[in-house]
């Protein structure tokens, strides 16, 4: 049994998301919201950020962390900022000695509904299937659940592969 904790990044909204996962059985534990306070300065929102990642992490005690790639903004300003939350969200893991894993969107999309084009709406009924008592208060909740989904498969298939190559 690993539990996994799935993110989806976000400077005014970060999405979490913790499973446990155990050959191909998946498990929900818990999911939510991390979200700043937009009056403060871009160095106090980050630091909200790794405080809440530090308190989630204390809590929850993940072996694993997985991140998702995030889109390219067309404005520049704000395409900076969320690399900013990005960069705190690899970070707090990896500095508590988790490892960290990356997916690209379609990548999630893919492993969770089938196809890397699903919609969100698509993507969220997914993840209350495959992870009943999920609560998924907001889509960044069900995309950072999605997350950890995509990162429990690859996880998976590693083990197996590398359990194939021992014992051959």
């Given amino acids: 049994m690993v539990r996994l904790l799935g993110l989806d990044p976000g400077l005014q909204h970060t999405g979490w998301g913790v499973v446990e996962s155990s050959g191909n059985r998946l498990r929900h534990i818990a999911d939510g919201v991390i979200s700043t306070t937009t009056d403060l300065s871009l160095a106090d929102r980050l630091c ?93 909740a069900s995309d950072a659940l999605a997350v950890a989904i995509c990162h429990a498969h690859h996880r998976s298939t590693r083990v197996a592969l590398a359990k194939g190559r021992v014992s051959a």
């Fill in 48 to 140: 909200q950020i790794h405080r809440a990642l530090n308190t989630l992490m204390d809590l929850w005690k993940p072996d694993e962390a997985a991140v998702e790639h995030t889109y390219v903004n067309k404005n520049p300003g704000a395409a900076l900022k969320l690399g900013q939350a990005r960069g705190v969200v690899l970070l707090a893991p990896a500095l508590a000695g988790l490892p960290v894993a990356e997916y690209q969107a379609m990548e999630v999309k893919r492993a969770v509904v089938g196809t890397g084009h699903a919609e969100k709406e698509q993507v969220a009924e997914m993840v209350r299937r495959l992870l009943p008592g999920a609560t998924l208060k907001r889509a960044d």
